[in-house]
């Protein structure tokens, strides 16, 4: 008799924990994601890259021969796995299947430009897959499908001196068009 009743109170307290993480926020702030503690210690920073890439997460790109990773500029998304008990967030998934879905419609063929490195050493870069009838800047496309919002938009990109105001408005949109993830992140069902 006890070990059901244990096992129901178990199974309701496993809920409202991932319902109560389900219904976090964004971080104001992520962890490890600012500039390379000294300048040059990442290496010399390339002024391109492309080739074949997949996602690890919401926001990183690897790839066959793809060393450092990429770091999607502009953006932020769930992490994929939470921190404490080391399972797999919806939000994180969400992301990163989405980033995937994407990718995966150009066939994993992706160019990048990097503005920066992050502290962790990986490039932090605007990147683009070649789509008909035009490419599609996969950190737009993320904002706009409400699965990431904005972070550092305060970074000029010499190359996209607006991108940041672009980004800006696609979370926007997102947001007030409730798309994604946004329902979520405001605290409603």
Same mark, same amino acid.
Not at 118 to 144: F, H, K, N
Not at 155 to 161: A, D, K
């Given at each position: ?10 199974l309701?307290?496993?809920a ?7 219904? $976090? /926020?964004?971080?104001?702030?992520? *962890?490890?994601?600012?500039? @390379?503690?000294?300048?040059? !210690?990442?290496?010399?920073? #390339?002024k391109?890259?492309?080739g ?25 998304a ?6 404490q ?11 990163r ?6 990718l995966?419609?150009?066939e994993?063929?992706?160019?990048? $430009? /990097?503005?920066?490195?992050d502290r *962790?050493?990986?490039?932090? @870069?605007?990147?683009?897959? !070649?789509?008909?009838?035009? #490419? ?10 409400g ?5 550092h ?26 798309r ?5 992140w405001?605290?409603?069902?």
């Amino acid at each position: 008799m006890k070990r059901p009743l244990l096992l129901m109170l178990f199974l309701a307290v496993a809920a409202s924990s991932v319902s109560a993480q389900q219904r $976090r /926020p964004p971080p104001s702030e992520p *962890e490890k994601t600012d500039k @390379a503690e000294k300048p040059g !210690e990442c290496g010399a920073m #390339p002024k391109d890259w492309s080739g074949e890439a997949y996602a690890l997460d919401g926001i990183t790109l690897g790839g066959v021969g793809l060393k450092p990773q990429i770091r999607l500029w502009g953006l932020q998304a769930g992490e994929l796995r939470d921190k404490q008990t080391g399972l797999e967030t919806v939000s994180g998934m969400q992301a990163r299947a989405a980033l995937e879905d994407m990718l995966e419609k150009s066939e994993h063929k992706v160019k990048c $430009r /990097p503005a920066r490195w992050d502290r *962790e050493c990986r490039l932090v @870069a605007q990147c683009m897959v !070649e789509t008909s009838p035009s #490419p599609i800047d996969l950190g737009g496309y993320m904002l706009a499908s409400g699965v990431a919002y904005g972070f550092h938009l305060d970074e000029v990109l010499p190359w996209e001196p607006r991108a940041s105001q672009r980004y800006a408005g696609a979370e926007s949109e997102a947001r007030k068009a409730k798309r994604g993830l946004w329902p979520v992140w405001l605290g409603e069902k």
